[in-house]
């Protein structure tokens, strides 16, 4: 998604990930042995009171792109990442998705109606935007009557003075930008499994800010939602329920969960709505596709809360399991319990650095 220029690449893929307050990146390289971590790490904002006011939502909680860039930098250092060029991710609510469908049609002329129906879909204008588009449906599929089927595609819109952004911090941190995706693109290529290709998905990705939902059948996107649920106003709540620091509050949600007896009927009131949202989209689905979903994967910072997976498999009648990036990842044995508490958040950044790796498999 959205290719940039392209420079030599290297043997080793860095994915790096700018969220709300944090920026993490991962290093992966392919050999014999499969798919190798080399190297990963995390800078986190600590968010104060100042950085509260006024609300959570749509809300950057570094002061400035140079702050963003000296995190990038920080990691790299700290972890001697060798890498320079990489692959960002951009936020889901940075970018405008649309499913829509066309009659047959040759490849070629496919980009000339894409443009057209974006246009219908895009609130902004196209000369201030950057497209890209993907089939979802194989464009040779013919239905019961041994006529072609219309084509169904996946659009996607960013602006261009966020792709330059990015463009910028990266140049600052001193690295180059090999692609930019969006996030939802990323998580899938991360989490779902060989197990899992052939099923149909539903990616929840957990944000601070925003949450998304997202459908993937055989391992392609085939639709997403941005619903309104953000993380972050649940962790506020909290700390001012309990006139604690957000941060705090932060670590209480993830370390007691769900099913403490202090927060628990809090967090369930407030996760019982996500779990709302996770069954429309479901039977949306079932509706318009006559197909059921498989299993539900859940990503993001909060997806470590304990407790999370069981409730939501209670609420929603879904086999549910929290992201497991690594999972087909080979790292050091004393690794594995760091892996297993920071797997979920780390999804985006593991996906990003998969990019080139699986086309080499």
Do not use: C
Not at 10 to 34: F, N, Q, W
Not at 345 to 356: D, I, K, T
Request: charged fraction near 30%; charge should be neutral; avoid cysteine.
């Amino acid at each position: 998604m959205f290719k940039i220029p392209f420079f030599r690449k290297s043997e080793r893929h860095l994915g790096i990930d700018i969220g709300t307050s944090s920026v993490k990146a991962v290093e992966l390289s392919y050999s014999k042995k499969g798919t190798v971590l080399q190297n990963y790490g995390e800078r986190i904002n600590k968010i104060d009171k100042k950085d509260l006011e006024g609300g959570i939502r749509k809300k950057a909680f570094f002061a400035s792109d140079r702050e963003v860039a000296d995190s990038i930098k920080d990691i790299l250092n700290e972890t001697k990442i060798g890498t320079k060029e990489a692959i960002f991710s951009i936020p889901d609510f940075m970018s405008f998705f649309t499913v829509f469908t066309t009659p047959p049609m040759p490849k070629e002329e496919i980009a000339s109606v894409v443009r057209f129906e974006a246009r219908q879909h895009i609130p902004l204008p196209l000369q201030e935007m950057t497209l890209d588009w993907s089939l979802i449906d194989n464009d040779q599929a013919v239905g019961k009557d041994n006529k072609k089927k219309e084509l169904k595609i996946l659009l996607v819109a960013v602006p261009n003075k966020t792709i330059l952004k990015y463009q910028k911090v990266a140049e600052m941190a001193g690295i180059k930008v090999a692609a930019i995706e969006a996030e939802v693109f990323s998580l899938a290529r991360a989490v779902i499994g060989k197990e899992d290709i052939n099923k149909t998905i539903q990616l929840i990705d957990l944000g601070v800010q925003s949450t998304t939902i997202t459908i993937v059948k055989s391992g392609i996107v085939r639709s997403t939602y941005s619903i309104d649920f953000a993380v972050g106003e649940i962790v506020k709540e909290l700390a001012d329920n309990l006139e604690i620091d957000y941060n705090e509050a932060e670590e209480l949600i993830k370390d007691k969960g769900i099913d403490d007896q202090k927060i628990g009927s809090f967090l369930r009131l407030r996760f019982s709505g996500l779990a709302s949202e996770s069954k429309q989209v479901s039977d949306n689905y079932f509706r318009n596709e006559k197909k059921e979903i498989d299993k539900v994967i859940v990503g993001g910072g909060a997806a470590q809360m304990s407790g999370l997976a069981e409730f939501l498999k209670e609420q929603t009648q879904k086999e549910t399991e929290i992201a497991n990036p690594f999972l087909n990842i080979v790292y050091p044995p004393i690794l594995e319990s760091v892996i297993k508490e920071m797997s979920p958040r780390y999804s985006v950044a593991v996906g990003l650095a998969l990019r080139y790796i699986e086309n080499k498999k």
